[in-house]
């Protein structure tokens, strides 16, 4: 399977500006899901009914392009949108809590940071993808972890399970990860804040990914 781009939202949208964006960002190539994450500086969720008027504006804008919308962090809000999943950390609601909220349709990924055990565990429970990370430093978030590529070698060589790389990824930095056996990668500054625009980071993105799957 070639790896695949799973973009995260910047931390804080414009929802004037940013849904024309997405729009020509998404356009720009394939991109397998958007995760809407949307915090303040000092990491706190922003208020429920931001969240909620986000997704409500970019469900239309994701599934115009055959792109699945996840909320980060709460299934209930999730459930509430009528969004496709929900992506959840260690220290959010358990994945068995957040399955029985959205069902057995609901996309659900886990965060499993450096962690064989918990990767397994979340895929034994049911989880639709785990991620890893952080793989490089990152200024959306303060990561605690930091995993290596060897980690997404030995999954892949374990489970059919996908895995998502998450950290601090760029096109500089992406091969390594997908040479390593990623799934997706999961950008958020490396595409927003990409010296060339959003929509080349998407192209390059997609280029690097059918380049580094043929060599």
């Known amino acids: 399977m ?8 910047p931390p804080s949208l414009d929802l004037d500006s940013f849904p024309d964006l997405l729009d020509k960002t998404l356009a720009a190539g394939d991109v397998a899901c958007l995760q809407l994450r949307l915090k303040q500086a000092d990491e706190t969720p922003v208020a429920d009914a931001l969240i909620l008027q ?3 504006t970019l469900l239309p804008i994701a599934h115009k392009h055959d792109v699945s919308l996840l ?8 459930l509430t949108a009528g969004v496709d999943g929900v992506h959840i950390g260690q220290d959010d609601t358990p994945y ?6 959205l069902g057995q349709d609901a996309i659900i990924g ?14 034994e429970e049911g989880a639709d993808y785990v991620a890893f990370g952080a793989f490089f430093p990152t200024s959306t978030k303060t990561s605690s972890t930091q995993a290596t590529p060897e980690l997404l070698t030995w999954w892949q060589e374990t489970t059919e399970l996908p895995c998502v790389a998450i ?20 950008v958020s500054g490396g595409v927003w804040g ?6 080349e980071a998407v192209r390059a993105f997609n280029t690097l990914f059918v380049s580094t799957d043929e060599s």
């Open 96 to 101: 068995a809590e957040a399955r029985q909220i």
């Open 110 to 123: 886990v965060t499993c940071h450096d962690s064989r055990h918990l990767a397994m565990v979340a895929g």
């Open 54 to 56: 986000a997704a409500e």
């Open 167 to 186: 950290g601090g990824i760029t096109t500089e930095n992406a091969p390594t990860l997908v040479k390593a056996g990623a799934d997706f990668l999961a």
């Open 2 to 9: 070639q790896c695949r781009l799973y973009l995260i939202t």
């Open 194 to 199: 990409y010296a060339h625009g959003a929509e």
């Open 71 to 78: 909320l980060n962090d709460r299934p209930d809000l999730a």
